[in-house]
Each structure stands twice: as structure tokens, then as C-alpha cells.
């Protein structure tokens, strides 16, 4: 991670709950600033309205509005580089691939440890920045 700016993470989930615990655990590897939606509605609102991007964005898959699938179609319009963490529960486990072939680079299923989520968020972090 870069040691000078603090990495922009978007956290997209109808619970907030969800989000602060995603928020805790981000905060445990250095410097990050977040934006939050509660469905995908409001997370194209937050993109839109941070045109300096955001460095990781988690994308919950069942949401009200716009579920998380439509969400990442979406995104993937226009940006097809910002690393996107589909989450997901066992339940959904099968919409796991219909992420991925949206664009999702990765996922993790619920519930999910802090050490868990972080190894994910690294993995994400590296495969993309071996990509680009
Ligand atoms: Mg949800």
C-alpha cells in the first residue's frame, strides 16, 4: 500500500453494520478513507461523486434497489480497472461466478474474520497490481 496517500475504499452493503465491520478491519492496515452505500443506487451516486476514484470497492450481493450484480455491471461500463470484492453469503455461493463474469475480482463469503477479509483485500490489492 502507498505509505503517502490513504487508499479510497468504497463499501457498498445495506447493512451498516456490515459496513463498519468491513470499515474496523480495513482501518488495521494503514491509512484509508471510505465512502459507504446502502444499495447500488447510492453507490453510483458516491462514484459519481468522487471522480478521484476509489482504490477497492466492496460490493454486497443482495441489496434493495440495485443488488450487487447489476451494481458491478454497472460499474464495469464505464471502469473497467477499480478492483471490485463481491460479498456474498453461502446461499448465494452460485452467484459467485455470475459476480465474477460481471467483472467482480473477487469475493468473500459471510459471515467472515478480520484476518479473513484483510487476507482477501491483500490478494485482491496484489492480483491487481500484477494485472496493471
Ligand atoms: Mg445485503
Do not use: W
Not at 59 to 88: E, H, Q, W, Y
Amino acid at each position: 500500500m502507498n505509505k503517502e496517500s490513504p487508499m479510497h475504499v468504497l463499501l457498498v452493503d445495506d447493512s451498516s453494520m456490515m459496513r463498519s465491520l468491513q470499515k474496523r478491519a480495513l482501518t488495521t492496515i494503514g491509512d484509508v478513507t471510505f465512502a459507504e452505500a446502502g444499495d447500488g443506487v447510492e453507490a453510483l451516486t458516491a462514484i459519481s461523486a468522487h471522480p478521484e476514484g476509489f482504490q477497492l470497492i466492496f460490493v454486497d450481493c443482495n441489496m434493495p434497489n440495485m443488488d450487487g450484480i447489476t451494481l458491478v455491471k454497472r460499474i464495469r461500463a464505464s471502469d473497467k480497472v477499480t478492483p471490485i470484492v463481491m460479498v456474498t453469503t453461502e446461499g448465494e455461493k452460485k452467484r459467485v461466478i455470475e459476480a465474477i463474469k460481471a467483472g467482480a475480482n473477487n469475493y468473500i463469503v459471510k459471515p467472515f474474520t478480520t484476518e479473513a477479509f484483510i487476507e482477501r483485500v491483500k490478494l485482491t490489492l496484489v492480483l491487481r497490481s500484477i494485472a496493471a
